[in-house]
T-cell receptor, first 113, second 113 residues
């Protein structure tokens, strides 16, 4: 049962424009969310996080929005750069999940120069 | 930030042999480590959760006798792929849980010939 879903497997965006990556979750007990970026043949690297007490967290070009009622979070990258081209995973934990983070299936972002 | 290392980064082995992959948390103690497997163009698949001093918890469908996990200390977990076969060729990633984040290793590319 996929508790965290990323319904868009891929996304292409023009350089300089906004990239919006979406993530949905089903477990209402999740209270902490992260986004990871992954290049081919490398481990994921942490990008940005948000806890359920907030609805927005911003770090430079990256902003994560959380809509708890809709069980939805999104990552906005603006302006998008070619170096942002990678696979982005969202992850969630909390409640009775213990130490485990549940990951989405990833969205492959391509930023076109 | 915290660093998780993996060794080796790339290994080629013959079918029928065993391969050990090490995962170390370099500057923090991790009571829980996770092992993931990534197939090309697919998401991270959690294989097992490794808890220091106790047996690993394997996800459904993962053969525990084939993928041996040992979490010998608070900074080291090992994954041994026993009697490897070509279908075991994959990218294996470990991760260590810290209080507010999950840190990933750089991954190990296993090729079984």
């Amino acid at each position: 049962d996929q508790q965290v879903k990323q319904n868009s497997p891929s996304l292409s965006v023009q350089e300089g424009r906004i990239s919006i990556l979406n993530c949905d979750y089903t477990n209402s007990m999740f209270d902490y969310f992260l986004w990871y970026k992954k290049y081919p043949a490398e481990g994921p690297t942490f990008l940005i996080s948000i806890s359920s007490i907030k609805d927005k967290n911003e770090d430079g070009r990256f902003t994560v929005f959380l809509n708890k009622s809709a069980k939805h979070l999104s990552l906005h990258i603006v302006p998008s750069q070619p170096g942002d081209s990678a696979v982005y995973f969202c992850a969630a934990s909390g409640g009775d999940t213990g130490n485990q983070f549940y990951f989405g299936t990833g969205t492959s972002l391509t930023v076109i120069p | 930030g915290a660093v998780v290392s993996q060794h080796p980064s790339w290994v080629i082995c013959k079918s029928g042999t065993s391969v050990k992959i090490e995962c170390r948390s370099l500057d923090f103690q991790a009571t829980t480590m996770f092992w993931y497997r990534q197939f090309p163009k697919q998401s991270l698949m959690l294989m097992a959760t490794s808890n220091e001093g106790s047996k690993a918890t394997y996800e459904q469908g993962v053969e525990k006798d084939k993928f041996l996990i040992n979490h010998a200390s608070l900074t080291l977990s090992t994954l041994t792929v026993t009697s490897a076969h070509p279908e075991d060729s994959s990218f294996y990633i470990c991760s260590a849980r810290a209080p507010y984040e999950q840190y990933f290793g750089p991954g190990t590319r296993l090729t079984v010939t």
